[in-house]
């Protein structure tokens, strides 16, 4: 057997994935073990599940693969430096310490972390967007596609187009920093107060309560775009090259005003933006899938890089159908590079006269992180004098449907740990999608989060079109799609912002976003057996088979990993019970605890 260990670290979402024989046997992020969302540290906990999940120690590796070239990328940080002095030197003693620190001789770093290491055990590193580009193509069920990585920056690639048949990727075209997509979106992110690498998704949500009137104020003082997707940024208007802030008094003066603070009101202006800035993303990706179908002549469409992430776009792409099919990387940002390197490694070594396994979906549902038994799971609940009650899966099933159906509020920690940023039914937080306060409710007592962020539907693979104007499955909640006509409510003319909050949408309006889309996950039966037939039961007994689904965590922390983290989180919170393993237990059941538990964390 061959063992491959890919690893990504030192900018954010750190990740280890273990391969063996070119199949996906393990991967997580490394914040889910440290508790620090975002966690950019070397992934020592991530890869020590890893090696426990494949039942080896480091001493049996056969290759180790990290999914950038450092010196490459201090390159490019030399350059940029030495191109914008003497901009830049706030930071600039603090960058090149850090990467004459350890980051620049990974080798000797990773041999430091894994002592154990055969001598003879390669350490690979591959282009960052190579990473993306194998991250989405060879987990894909397709044996020929294009592929289409978009993020923040690379070594210097912020965006590639590419084209994958069987064993071989390519990569044709890519634009250079500091022209980047990722860039630019966040640096929006950051103007309407929310935090890099995390609140882009708060802008996407927040887009649909404004209007696009800037987006020809981007196009013409912004961003030079081309027919083909190429785009150069006016650098004028941005700080990121020279200071320590994305944007500067040029930009502010555009969109009205000085950056948001992370508590400050949200203004109607900032819900412009964020629309604003949201169609012109999606424009942009549109002009560069289209000319990566003409450019690489395939039907298919593979997409990874921070980018990929944006549902809205997705949705849109798939609408226009410019590709028959597309297929998304769940954990499409950084953390997803460990996996793609490792395969990337994988491919490039591999016995070339040995057959490539038949194509299929390899994410196995991005369900590859740790798991728990009952009883591990008893054991953390007795440490804590916990009071639950121990179940048959069937009766669990029934007792969660009916209290789904009362209104309450169910933590679900079933199975093994997803890895993305997407909870997808196995540390997740379920409602009932046709509550009315369902979405305030979850938002505010059990969040602890903008009272504006959508809520994800979860619904059966077969009656998805029932519900929504989608007919492709959509199992890692990566497609936004509008909901079915006859499901929509109608809403008072004049009604803007955030009043939109108080009107209903829909006859699902915990799921149903201001603009009567929703962002889906569709669940096929073989791929999650528990989850598919809690739907089904939720079905029988209401006639409506959608369910609200939530990641398992509070704002500013990471999804919930481990028995101990959801029952901290579980009586934290205002949720009503939780299902955790076959036991299931009750908030108001719980010893005391100090009256200031109950609070918000910090912003994010």
């Known amino acids: 057997m061959n063992w491959t260990l890919g690893i990504s670290a030192y900018y954010h979402d750190a990740a280890a994935a273990l391969l063996c024989d070119g199949r996906i046997v393990a991967a997580?992020?490394?914040?889910?073990?440290?508790?620090?969302?975002?966690?950019p540290?070397?992934?020592?906990?991530?890869?020590?599940?890893?090696?426990?999940?494949?039942?080896?120690k480091a001493a049996d590796l056969d290759c180790v693969v990290f999914y950038d070239k450092p010196v490459l990328k201090f390159t490019r940080l030399l350059e940029t430096y030495l191109a914008v002095a003497p901009g830049g030197w706030r930071t600039f003693?603090?960058?090149?310490?850090?990467?004459?620190?350890?980051?620049?001789?990974?080798?000797?770093?990773?041999?430091?972390?894994?002592?154990?290491?055969?001598?003879?055990?390669?350490?690979?590193?591959?282009?960052?967007h190579q990473a993306h580009a194998a991250s989405a193509f060879y987990p894909s069920p397709f044996s020929e596609a294009a592929i289409l990585t978009i993020d923040a920056v690379g070594e210097w690639a912020t965006t590639t187009i590419g084209r994958g048949r069987g064993d071989k990727i390519e990569l044709l075209k890519e634009i250079r920093f500091p022209h980047s997509l990722g860039m630019l979106y966040s640096a929006f992110t950051d103007y309407c107060g929310f935090r890099i690498n995390s609140g882009e998704y708060k802008l996407m949500g927040l887009a649909p309560y404004g209007e696009?009137?800037?987006?020809?104020?981007?196009?013409?003082?912004?961003?030079?775009?081309?027919?083909?997707?190429?785009?150069?940024?006016?650098?004028?208007?941005?700080?990121f090259l020279r200071g320590t802030t994305m944007t500067n008094s040029r930009f502010h003066r555009l969109f009205g005003g000085p950056p948001r603070g992370p508590e400050e009101t949200l203004e109607q202006r900032h819900m412009d933006v964020a629309r604003s800035i949201q169609a012109v993303t999606e424009e942009v990706v549109l002009r560069l899938a289209r000319h990566a179908r003409a450019v690489t002549g395939?039907?298919?469409?593979?997409?990874?890089?921070?980018?990929?992430?944006?549902?809205?776009?997705?949705?849109?792409?798939?609408?226009?159908?410019?590709?028959?099919?597309l297929w998304i990387q769940p954990a499409a940002s950084d953390a997803g590079g460990a996996l793609g390197a490792a395969l990337a490694a994988w491919h490039t070594q591999r016995d070339q006269a040995a057959p490539l396994p038949a194509k299929a979906d390899a994410m196995q549902g991005a369900l590859l992180g740790p798991e728990y038994s009952d009883e591990e799971i008893e054991a953390t609940l007795r440490s804590h004098g916990a009071v639950f009650q121990k179940l048959s899966t069937s009766d669990l099933l029934d007792v969660t449907v009916q209290l789904l159906q009362a209104g309450k509020v169910v933590g679900w920690f079933q199975g093994r740990m997803e890895f993305g940023p997407r909870a997808l039914g196995n540390r997740s937080i379920l409602g009932d999608a046709r509550s009315p306060r369902m979405q305030s409710v979850m938002n505010l007592?059990?969040?602890f989060r903008e009272s504006f962020r959508p809520f994800a539907p979860i619904v059966r693979r077969e009656r998805v079109a029932d519900y929504?104007?989608?007919i492709e499955e959509s199992p890692y909640m990566l497609l936004v799609a509008p909901i079915q006509p006859a499901l929509r409510l109608p809403v008072p003319t004049g009604v803007k912002g955030l009043e939109l909050l108080k009107q209903a949408r829909s006859t699902l309006p915990a799921v149903t976003h201001v603009?009567?889309?929703?962002?889906?996950?569709?669940?096929?039966?073989?791929?999650?057996?528990?989850?598919?037939?809690?739907?089904?039961?939720?079905?029988?007994?209401?006639q409506c088979g959608v369910l609200v689904n939530t990641s398992f965590n509070v704002r500013g922390e990471p999804i919930v990993c481990s028995p101990e983290d959801a029952y901290r989180c579980f009586v934290h919170t205002e949720m009503d019970y939780l299902a955790m393993g076959t036991f299931l237990l009750d908030c108001t059941a719980q010893p005391a605890r100090p009256a200031d538990r109950r609070v918000a964390p910090q912003a994010d």
Not at 42 to 49: C, D, K, N, S, T
Request: hydrophobic content about 40%; overall charge neutral.
């Open 515 to 542: 603009d009567n889309s929703a962002r889906i996950q569709t669940v096929a039966r073989q791929d999650n057996p528990l989850l598919y037939e809690l739907l089904l039961r939720f079905e029988n007994a209401t």
């Open 468 to 470: 929504f104007e989608l």
């Open 212 to 239: 696009p009137i800037y987006a020809e104020t981007i196009l013409r003082e912004l961003l030079e775009l081309k027919e083909d997707g190429s785009f150069w940024m006016n650098l004028d208007c941005f700080n």
């Open 298 to 325: 395939e039907k298919h469409l593979c997409l990874a890089g921070g980018v990929a992430l944006n549902c809205v776009a997705n949705g849109r792409l798939l609408r226009e159908r410019i590709f028959d099919r």
């Open 28 to 39: 997580a992020q490394e914040e889910r073990f440290t508790r620090i969302k975002n966690e």
């Open 93 to 128: 003693p603090e960058v090149v310490a850090n990467w004459l620190g350890g980051k620049l001789d990974l080798r000797k770093t990773i041999r430091e972390e894994l002592p154990s290491l055969k001598a003879v055990c390669p350490i690979l590193f591959t282009a960052h």
């Open 445 to 447: 007592k059990v969040k």
């Open 41 to 56: 540290d070397f992934p020592r906990q991530a890869i020590e599940f890893c090696l426990r999940h494949g039942g080896i």
